[in-house]
């Protein structure tokens, strides 16, 4: 059974600090993944996509990456601002006998201090 | 604009009151799915669809229906809501991956917060 697990749970940083979240999942057989940012009480914004046979995706100061063999994925957010405090989840997308279905971790809350 | 709604956004019911909350999209999109948040317990995914007239079960589907008679809309049902399905439920949906022309990113719905009494 695949599992996604994102470390920190939370993280606080101040005002223009360069800062890595983490994703990791159990089965490296996975078709993409994708990282959201939530807003509390709000839906989820996809920021970016990475197909399996890609290694990383760019977006203005974002960055991710990934690793398929080490079940790795990491999110890069450069100079960061408050207005980037929000949750961060990121979820792998399977495929099994046709049906594709999308796991993911528990998110990452992280605070942007100004 | 390009987007999955749900209705109501917000409702507060009582147990055993049938209730359905909807979700439609605009993208001709061929999978379209329900999850449910909870704290501690993150996203989990209740039922899917792949297309019209297919649907399946995910992790969590007990006291859920729904039903995919349109390619656009796929309605979440609850026939005897009860207590711990409380929760923060989403709608999103994608292309399928079989879909080689198209980006297969997921989007999803703003979320309908449900509160059953």
């Known amino acids: 059974k695949q599992e996604v697990t994102q470390i920190p749970a939370a993280l606080s940083v101040p005002e223009g600090e360069n800062l890595v979240l983490n994703c990791s999942f159990t089965?490296?057989?996975?078709?993409?993944l994708q990282w959201f940012r939530q807003d509390p009480g709000k839906g989820l914004t996809s920021l970016l996509l990475?197909?399996?046979?890609?290694r990383e995706q760019t977006s203005g100061r974002l960055n991710a990456s990934l690793d398929k063999s080490s079940g790795r994925s990491t999110l890069y957010i450069a100079a960061s601002q408050p207005g980037d405090s929000a949750t961060y989840l990121c979820?792998?997308?399977?495929?099994?006998?046709?049906?594709?279905?999308?796991?993911f971790g528990k998110g990452t809350k992280l605070t942007v201090n100004p | 604009e390009a987007q999955v709604t749900q209705n109501p956004r917000y409702l507060i019911t009582v147990t055993g009151k049938k209730l359905t909350v909807t979700c439609s999209q605009n993208?001709?999109?061929?999978?379209m799915s329900w999850y449910r948040q909870d704290p501690g317990l993150g996203l989990r995914q209740i039922y899917y669809?792949?297309?019209?007239?297919?649907?399946d079960k995910g992790d969590v589907p007990e006291g859920y229906k729904v039903s995919r008679k349109e390619k656009r809309n796929f309605p979440l049902i609850l026939e005897s809501p009860s207590p711990n399905q409380t929760s923060l439920y989403f709608c999103?949906?994608?292309?399928?991956?079989?879909?080689?022309?198209?980006?297969?990113?997921?989007?999803f719905g703003p979320g309908t917060r449900l509160t059953v009494l």
């Open positions: 979820a792998v997308k399977k495929t099994q006998g046709g049906s594709e279905k999308l796991v």
């Open positions: 993208m001709n999109h061929e999978y």
């Open positions: 990475i197909q399996s046979s890609q």
């Open positions: 669809s792949m297309n019209v007239e297919v649907t």
């Open positions: 999103a949906s994608s292309f399928l991956k079989s879909n080689r022309d198209r980006y297969n990113e997921q989007f």
């Open positions: 089965d490296s057989a996975i078709y993409n």
